[in-house]
């Protein structure tokens, strides 16, 4: 079983055990290392999914453990995450979800950008200039889109991209695979941060709509190099006297 799996595993099981027991908001849930026996897994792999369960809402990190959040929309998106398939397809129709979401919230952003907001972009285009791996790159790439939709103010849209965060950051991730456009997207972030700051919408929305649309050209180059890449191992397999 992949770390991935189990974690997607323990979710679930926690889940499960939090409608068996109808815990109220407010109450602890069982300790990571009563998890972690009880689902034969490891407390690292609890952990990561009760901070998932976190991120979704249904439940709160103390420095007593977790326990159960207030009611609210949170747990309404929950089930978001297992809604999408893992394939460049659905890469091409989140960019456009997140092309419609983000610069339909732009105006909001723009209207509403704090000095302390303008800092933190300025944080994460550190990061994101200063990044090693592709992992590095698609967190603060995601981290900088995030920070948009919270200074817009849209507390459901904020949720709903918090909760779509492994989502993004994986299709991102394809984005950063393909090589020469890690500095051209850096330019497209920064000129975005420059134009909140100098209070100018117009180079924003411009510096935004040519984001999304380098963003199409690299998912492209990322769909046709996968295309070649299994015409060529069908071939070699042919060849070898394989099954395609």
């Known amino acids: 079983m992949t770390r991935v799996t189990a974690v997607e595993d323990t979710v679930e099981a926690i889940k499960a055990d939090i409608r068996a027991a109808a815990y109220a908001p407010g109450d602890y849930l069982p300790a990571e290392r009563d998890y972690a026996e009880r689902f034969g897994v490891s407390r ?6 009760l901070l998932r369960l976190d991120a979704w809402g249904m439940v709160e990190r103390t420095p007593r453990g977790s326990r159960m ?10 089930i978001v ?6 394939d460049l397809e659905t890469c091409r129709d989140l ?12 105006p909001d952003t723009f209207a509403k950008i704090t000095p302390e907001n303008l800092n933190k972009l300025d944080a994460v285009l550190e990061r994101m200039e200063a990044a090693l791996t592709g992992k590095e790159a698609a967190l603060a790439d995601y981290d900088f889109h995030a920070l948009l939709i919270e200074a817009s103010g849209n507390n459901v849209l904020r949720k709903l991209y918090r909760v779509l965060r492994h989502v993004i950051v994986f299709y991102m991730e394809i984005g950063k695979a393909v090589p020469h456009h890690d500095k051209q997207m850096l330019r497209h972030h920064r000129a975005m941060a420059e134009a909140l700051r100098a209070g100018d919408r117009v180079a924003l929305e411009t510096a935004a709509n ?4 380098h963003s199409a050209e690299v998912l492209h180059e990322a769909i046709e190099g996968a295309t070649e890449r299994a015409a060529a191992a069908d071939s070699a397999r042919a060849a070898a006297g394989g099954t395609p």
């Open 44 to 49: 690292n792999t609890v952990r990561e999914a």
């Open 69 to 78: 959040s207030a009611k609210g929309i949170d747990p309404v998106f929950q």
């Open 81 to 86: 995450e297992h809604m999408f398939e893992r």
């Open 95 to 106: 960019i456009a979800f997140r092309k419609s979401v983000e610069l339909g919230s732009l």
């Open 210 to 213: 040519k984001h999304y649309a």
